[in-house]
């Protein structure tokens, strides 16, 4: 059975992400995948990384279990907006708090690559935006998804990720919308 683990990065409730994410949670219990489901904005912690590496900031209980679930997690699906072309400050600060030094990756003396410890996992970013998507890739040169992609989901281990970028949201009609609620559904489905 495959461990699919859905990490909810929009800061606000009841928007199309919700939508999406259902639909991906639906298609994915179809085909009989234990799904479990991180909501960001539900979470109880404090999203400044305060001292950074330097300090000691201790991990909030709902942190200590969103690092259980990842560990868990066979693959990973993050479902969050473009904001500012990244992605908003709730799920940079799950990512700074939680894909923590020895717990995602190990830095190695007198190696210049750390030791990537979440090898063997996969993952999806369904990004919303209100930009057009060529927009997006062409002109803006897609920053968060590199960011997520290679920044850090690589530099975890964390491979093949792939991204859905779902756009304009704002001039979208309900015929566009319906047909990227049944591709997520067939996304969970896949398990992919």
């Known amino acids: 059975m495959k461990h699919v683990l859905i990490i909810h990065g929009h800061p606000v409730h009841d928007t199309f992400v919700d939508k999406l994410t259902l639909e991906y949670i639906r298609g994915a219990e179809s085909s009989g995948a234990d799904v479990k ?3 960001l904005n539900e979470l109880k912690f404090d999203i400044n990384f305060r001292e950074g590496y330097r300090g000691n900031q201790e991990l909030e209980d709902d942190l200590k279990i969103a690092q259980e679930l990842i560990q868990w997690a066979d693959h990973l699906v993050f479902f969050y907006p473009n904001w500012w072309a990244t992605y908003p400050a709730l799920l940079k600060g799950f990512i700074d708090r939680t894909f923590l030094p020895g717990f995602a990756f190990k830095y190695r003396k007198n190696n210049p690559v750390p030791e990537k410890l979440l090898k063997g996992k996969t993952a999806r970013l369904v990004v919303t935006m ?6 997006y890739y062409l002109v803006q040169r897609a920053p968060g998804h590199h960011s997520m992609r290679n920044g ?3 530099f975890c281990g964390i491979r093949p990720v792939y ?3 779902l756009g304009p949201m704002r001039s979208s009609s309900e015929s566009r919308r319906a047909k990227w609620l049944k591709k997520m559904f067939q996304l969970g489905q896949k398990m992919k």
Do not use: A, K, R
């Not at 209100?130 to 927009?135: A, E, F, L, T």
């Open 37 to 39: 489901e991180l909501v």
């Open 130 to 135: 209100d930009s057009q998507v060529w927009y």
């Open 152 to 154: 850090i989901l690589h």
């Open 163 to 165: 991204i859905s970028s």
